[in-house]
């Protein structure tokens, strides 16, 4: 059977193509989606896609992970930088996992060099505006195999 991987997409990432394209780029989140089901059925896997601008609502998919996935690919968007609510989540869960941004949030504001959540997961990769997933997939499948 594949492997099923969720990819979760925090705050403002509907928004994406409209907002700020000079640093998130002019790709919409569905052309992140399509470019995300397109690698994975290379490798066999299948994924679900995921978009919430409310903390309560990302919380409760990061718990079905355990459940029903192989692994978990998260976008946390600004909660990246303020929720320590995601962090507890991404702890409980014992899945492969791993955080990703389009921007390289190292490069940017101050308030965005910190991200509390990626002290919850196996690693972080940023900087790479929508490879960023593409990457993350083969990261994860790594992981999954390993
Ligand atoms: C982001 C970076 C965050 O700082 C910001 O709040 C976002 C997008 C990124 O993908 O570059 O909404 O997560």
């Not at 989140?29 to 397109?38: G, M, P, S, V």
């Not at 609502?57 to 968007?77: C, M, Q, R, S, T």
């Not at 929720?83 to 949030?105: C, F, G, Q, T, W």
Request: hydrophobic share 35%.
């Amino acid at each position: 059977m594949n492997k099923k991987i969720l990819i979760v997409n925090g705050p403002n990432l509907n928004l994406l193509g409209q907002r700020e394209d000079n640093i998130y780029g002019k790709e919409t989140l569905e052309h992140i989606k399509t470019a995300c089901q397109n690698k994975s059925k290379l490798i066999d896997f299948d994924i679900d896609f995921f978009q919430s601008n409310n903390e309560g609502e990302i919380i409760n998919k990061i718990h079905e992970v355990e459940k029903f996935y192989d692994g978990l690919i998260i976008n946390p968007a600004a909660y990246t930088h303020s929720s320590i609510a995601i962090l507890d989540s991404l702890r409980a869960i014992s899945k492969p996992k791993i955080e990703v941004h389009l921007s390289n949030i190292y490069s940017r504001e101050e308030y965005r060099k910190k991200s509390i959540t990626s002290e919850g997961v196996n690693g972080l990769i940023c900087g790479f505006g929508s490879n960023s997933y593409i990457l993350a997939i083969e990261a994860i499948s790594k992981l999954i195999y390993k």
